[in-house]
């Protein structure tokens, strides 16, 4: 995974109230209670548009929100970033800060096909990292839409080329299929967890050997997507 710096030009640096999000925007008192219980604050940190930055926007992803939370607890709960996502239409990255460690979260964001007033949203990803974790230079792309793309795949369990390379050059997967990988990811690492504790529990030799090359199986299938 990699972090970046983004440019001055791009820096908003606004902080929002949060119950400017749980009091107008309809939330439940469930939702309100995670806002209070695990938020401390929200920063609308960067906005990346062709306004501040040297690339086009594209209908589908005209610019990119970088949100900043400094959280109270270890692991924020998706629901809060998912009513976040669904009261702003713009795509967002999540920086959320707890103690030492920073946590990259995004779902990817994108028009509805049938109504582009409305938004649909993937399944959240999420890469833990120490907080003064080194950043690079924002790299170039054409469109507003080609870097919200690569800070997407920086989250996703997959195995992600090396801009630039001739993997990345090679590669033509859409960033659809690229998110059908990583759910691939998701399903086959629950099934991991199942058969393991099945194994710890199992006493009869036969279905332990059994357990144990479906397990290898997986692991394979996981290592061909990750590594």
């Known amino acids: 995974m990699k972090l970046y710096h983004y440019p001055e030009k791009a820096k908003v640096a606004k902080t929002i109230p949060k119950n400017a999000f749980y009091q107008h925007g309809g939330a439940s008192c469930r939702i309100e209670q995670l806002f209070i219980q695990e938020v401390e ?16 926007e594209t209908d589908k992803v005209k610019e990119v929100q970088i949100f900043h939370i400094q959280s109270r607890v270890p692991d924020i709960s998706e629901d809060i970033l998912h009513f976040i996502d669904k009261s702003i239409p713009s795509p967002i990255i999540f920086e959320v ?9 995004a779902a990817y964001k994108r028009p509805n096909r049938n109504n582009s007033a409305e938004t649909v949203l993937y399944d959240y990803y999420h ?21 919200y793309e690569h800070l997407i795949e920086q989250i996703l369990p997959i195995r992600v080329a090396e801009l630039g390379s001739r993997e ?15 759910e691939e990811v998701q399903r086959l690492q629950e099934q991991l967890i199942k058969l393991k504790r099945q194994l710890a529990k ?5 279905h332990k050997v059994e357990l144990n090359l479906r397990i290898q199986e997986i692991e394979l299938k996981l290592s061909s997507i990750r590594d």
């Open 168 to 182: 990345q050059e090679d590669n033509t997967h859409s960033i659809e299929e690229k998110l059908q990988q990583a």
């Open 97 to 105: 800060y707890y103690q030492d460690t920073l946590t990259l979260s």
């Open 202 to 206: 199992e006493r009869q030799f036969n």
């Open 127 to 147: 890469q833990k990292v120490e907080s003064n974790h080194s950043r690079l230079p924002l790299p170039s792309f054409l469109t507003i839409q080609g870097l």
């Open 41 to 56: 604050s929200i920063t609308w940190a960067y906005k990346l548009a062709a306004s501040s930055l040297p690339m086009d």
